[in-house]
C-alpha cells in the first residue's frame, strides 16, 4: 500500500516517485510538450491517480496560456498540486533533466550529428509518430473538455481562428476564457429568470 503524502516520510517518497514519474517522461517523450501530453495524463491521472481528469485539463489550459514550455509549466502546476514546494521542484528537475543532459551533448557534436545520415532517417521516422501522440491527445483529452454544443462550437471556432486565420492561439485563449464566463453568467441570469 502507498503512503499517503500526510504520513511521516510520506512526503518524500511521493517526491520521489514524481521525480522518477518526470525522469521518465522527460527522457521517453520526443517533439515537444504536445508529445508529453497524453504521457503525463497517463502517468498522473490513469495509472497513479494523482490528478483529476478535469484537473489535468486546466492545468494544460493554463500551462499553454503562461509564458514558457509547456512541458515544464504542466510538471510544475502538476508537482505542486501533488506535493507542494517540493513536488513542483521534483517534477521540474525531473521533466528537465533528459533534454539538458542531451542538448549538451548534442552541442559539442552538432556539426557531425546534423550530418550523420543514421539520425536524419531516425528523426523522419520519430516526426509521424510526434503527430500521431498529438493527436491522441487532442481526442482523449477533448471528450471531457467539450460537453456541450457551446464547447463544440468554442473548439471549432478556436480551431479555425488558429489553423485557417493564423491568429495568436493566446488571442484565442483569452477569447475563450471571456466566452466561456459570458455564457456561464448568461446560463445563470436565464435560470434565476426561469425560477428553479
Known sequence: MKQSPGKPGGQWKTVG???????????????????????????????????????????????????????????LFIGHKIAGRRGAAAAALGVSLPSL?????????????QQNIYLTAALRGVRPCVVALILQAVFKLGKPAVKDLAGWILAALGFGLVAFWGVNPIFVILGAGLGGFLLQKLTRKRRGRDGP
Do not use: H
Open 101 to 113: 543532459c542531451v542538448i549538451s551533448v548534442l552541442s559539442l557534436f552538432y556539426t557531425q550529428f
Open 17 to 75: 516517485e514524481l521525480f522518477l514519474c518526470t525522469l521518465k517522461i522527460g527522457a521517453f517523450t520526443f517533439g515537444g510538450g504536445f508529445a508529453m501530453i497524453p504521457i503525463m495524463q497517463r502517468e498522473f491521472v490513469t495509472k497513479r491517480g494523482w490528478v483529476s481528469e478535469t484537473d489535468i485539463l486546466d492545468i494544460f489550459a493554463i500551462a499553454q496560456s503562461i509564458p514558457g514550455v509547456i512541458a515544464l509549466n504542466s510538471s
